[in-house]
């Protein structure tokens, strides 16, 4: 299974593979007449992936095998993250390849064809516009219309649930809460809830795993919040549980300051210009030091060589503080500045 690449799809899976979090949301979010029907105590994840490479940035790729309670058949249930703050149409064409996939298997596992119940999950903006059925792609004469296929999904927009409508695990309700939030400018006064929450998991050995997914999300998705925000949140919110979430903080953060980094690296590199290392430095002066980091950004553009700019790179990774890592650069352009008046 590829690697997901969009931080919305990785997350999604990562809080949907949990087995609680995902019963639960089939209990709580599919129709009522469907659900009676599922065994839950059957749910099972399928590890096969079906998804093709063009899918990969739409798909989560999450599918489970549940039993009926009558006849003991099985339903696969799809579960798709749809991560774009707009109304789509084309997710039901999209969805419709991708079960024609789970049949192709279902018929060499199985030898039988089994009943998908697609469901999306939207947390855009604004509420979903789109008719959720494969039919509304079509605008043709009636008697031509039974001759184009037709089936729908089940659609889950997370912006008609009131917080108090968010049902299940604490798993699956930090994780409801933390897609709802993602784009809104409210999110940072969501914050304590959604931490709040994540205080019964950080008491759990076993759930450290999920509230580091969770941070890791809220840090990189959201564009209203910053590494500050969330460890201010967590000092409050966590009076005696900050030596079971620093070491998680910490970690996430000095791998956030690597991968923005390097990535700022590797662009400016491939550009064969320095704004994509400027780029990795102002996401690494925000996660290292925050506000006042940023503060450094005005004397740092300045600067054009690009020897220089990755010394200061280098730097972030090793300076303990702002003057350490003025230092770092100021040493660069002083020698560069010997350098040319030698010359």
């Known amino acids: 299974m590829s690697e997901l690449t969009n931080p919305h799809d990785r997350f999604f899976k990562e809080a949907l593979s949990q087995q609680d979090a995902a019963v639960d949301f089939l209990r709580h979010y599919l129709p009522a007449q ?37 006849d003991g058949s099985g339903a696969y249930v799809y579960v798709l993250f749809e991560h774009k703050s707009y109304s789509d149409p084309r997710v039901a064409f999209q969805l419709l ?6 049949w192709e298997y279902a018929l060499r596992q199985r030898a039988k064809l089994w009943p998908i119940v697609p469901v999306v999950l939207y947390h855009g903006k604004t509420a979903w516009q789109t008719a959720p059925s494969f039919h509304s792609l079509f605008d ?4 031509i219309r039974p001759f184009v296929p037709e089936y729908q999904y089940w659609l889950c927009d997370l912006s008609r649930y009131e917080d108090q409508e968010l049902k299940g695990a604490v798993t699956l309700r930090v994780a409801l809460l933390a897609l709802k939030y993602i784009f809104r400018e409210d999110l940072r006064n969501r ?8 205080q019964q998991l ?3 050995r076993t759930g ?10 809220l840090a990189q ?14 000092e409050t919110t966590f009076p ?10 910490q970690e996430w953060l000095e791998r956030g300051i690597e991968e923005g980094l390097q990535q700022g690296l590797q662009q400016g590199l491939q550009q064969g210009r320095r704004e994509g290392l400027l780029d990795g430095i102002e996401l690494g002066l925000e996660l290292r030091f925050g506000t006042d980091g940023l503060r450094l950004l005005p004397e740092i553009r300045k600067i054009e060589d690009v020897d220089v700019l990755r010394a200061v790179h280098a730097g972030l990774k090793t300076a303990n503080n702002l003057d350490e890592l003025r230092r770092i650069y100021s040493d660069h352009i002083g020698a560069e500045t010997e350098s040319t008046n030698g010359t």
Not at 97 to 102: A, D, E, I, K, S
Not at 221 to 234: G, K, P
Not at 240 to 249: A, K, T
């Open 34 to 70: 469907v659900t009676e029907l599922l065994d839950l105590a059957s749910v099972q994840l399928v590890k096969d992936s079906f998804v093709d490479p063009e899918l990969q940035e739409h798909f989560s790729d999450l599918l489970y095998e549940v039993r009926l309670v009558e």
């Open 97 to 102: 390849r991708y079960m024609v996939q789970v």
């Open 140 to 143: 043709v004469p009636e008697p």
């Open 191 to 198: 914050l304590p809830e959604i931490i709040g929450l994540l």
């Open 202 to 204: 950080s008491e759990q």
């Open 208 to 217: 450290l795993g999920y509230v580091e997914a969770v941070l890791r999300y």
């Open 221 to 234: 998705a959201s564009e209203s919040i910053t590494s500050r925000d969330l460890q201010e949140t967590i």
């Open 240 to 249: 005696e549980g900050e030596e079971i979430m620093s070491p998680i903080v």
